[in-house]
């Protein structure tokens, strides 16, 4: 052009997250697939916003049936889909919460609440705490915590404070009459997809024969031959890990790959062996020996 701009300069997104040399070009299901067709397993799914995974033919439908209808209508319309969705929403909700805000993310959810406390309570200050991340617009970002967000931005909304997570006495003191709201970012252990239960113990017993007097576990074991559970086996890797861990070394006289030979063997007084007491059915209750429990 002649006033020596050009036109047609690549655009690239100002750099806020690290570039992962990654073009995304479709998903299915839990999968995604790059421009080179090299598959993914999409562990992240955008911090849960797919998490009915890709391009799943109902969602797809349901995108296409609306575009067809009606893309898009200013609030001061009602529109039969977002009644729909409103009711279907207030079905999974307390009956106590009767009006709700649309945002378009996360950071303008928080946004607004800051807003909504304000006018409700007529207050301005607002609690969070360490940590926490609510997003980068000017009130969503007082309101986070890390300062590497926050510095290039200073200052930040006026009466917002943070202090530790978990700490109910710190949260006390800080609040006052100034406060209009505390905002929680719930801090998990682990992911907040993932969650640790115990559905059942299978420790290691001691088989040993009803004759054998002696009760204490590791002495039975050292001092009785001993049958393997056979270390190729996961039960006979545990089992061989306890017994270095516990410095017993046992007399070997055989190594077995099944648990009922190895207690017919300990029934016939062949010798002594350390299994774990797997869920049924392979369950050593029914069994002749002794279970002595360690
Ligand atoms: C707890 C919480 N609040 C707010 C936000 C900001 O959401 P958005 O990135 O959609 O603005 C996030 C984003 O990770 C978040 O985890």
């Given at each position: 052009m002649g006033d020596g701009v050009s036109v047609g300069t690549r655009l690239h997104p100002i750099p806020l997250h690290v570039d992962r040399g990654i073009s995304l070009a479709r998903g299915e299901g839990c999968y995604l697939w790059d421009d080179q067709g090299r598959?993914?397993?999409?562990?992240?799914?955008?911090?849960?916003?797919?998490?009915?995974?890709?391009?799943?033919?109902?969602?797809?439908?349901?995108i296409d049936r609306q575009a067809s209808l009606l893309t898009n209508a200013h609030q001061?319309?009602?529109?039969?889909?977002?009644?729909?969705?409103?009711?279907?929403?207030?079905?999974?909700?307390?009956?106590?919460?009767?009006?709700m805000?649309?945002?378009n993310s996360g950071a303008e959810?928080?946004?607004?609440a800051m807003k909504?406390?304000?006018?409700?309570?007529?207050?301005?200050?607002?609690?969070?705490?360490h940590r926490a991340y609510h997003g980068r617009t000017f009130g969503a970002l007082s309101a986070t915590s890390d300062a590497k967000y926050r510095e290039p931005f200073m200052p930040m909304l006026e009466g917002t404070r943070h202090v530790p997570f978990d700490n109910l006495p710190a949260m006390a003191e800080a609040i006052d009459d100034s406060t209009a709201a505390v905002i929680i970012e719930p801090q998990f252990v682990l992911p907040k997809t993932c969650s640790w239960?115990?559905?059942?113990?299978?420790p290691l017993v001691v088989l040993a024969h009803r004759a054998i007097e002696e009760r204490d576990p590791h002495r039975i074991l050292a001092t009785e031959p001993f049958i393997r559970y056979d270390r190729k086996q996961w039960g006979g890797r545990l089992a061989e890990n306890y017994l270095q861990q516990?410095?017993?070394?046992?007399?070997?006289?055989?190594?077995?790959?099944?648990?009922?030979?190895?207690?017919?063997?300990?029934?016939?007084?062949?010798?002594?062996?350390?299994?774990?007491?797997?869920?049924?059915?392979?369950?050593?209750?029914?069994?002749?020996?002794?279970?002595?429990?360690l």
């Open positions: 598959r993914y397993l999409d562990l992240m799914t955008n911090y849960g916003v797919n998490l009915l995974g890709h391009a799943h033919p109902h969602v797809n439908a349901a001061s319309f009602d529109t039969p889909a977002r009644q729909e969705f409103l009711d279907t929403l207030a079905g999974f909700l307390p009956s106590s919460l009767s009006r805000s649309f945002a959810a928080v946004e607004a909504y406390t304000r006018v409700a309570t007529g207050r301005t200050g607002i609690i969070a705490t239960e115990t559905w059942r113990e299978e516990a410095g017993i070394h046992p007399h070997d006289r055989y190594e077995l790959d099944s648990l009922d030979a190895i207690a017919v063997l300990v029934d016939r007084k062949l010798g002594v062996s350390l299994v774990p007491d797997w869920a049924p059915p392979w369950h050593l209750d029914w069994r002749a020996p002794a279970i002595v429990w």
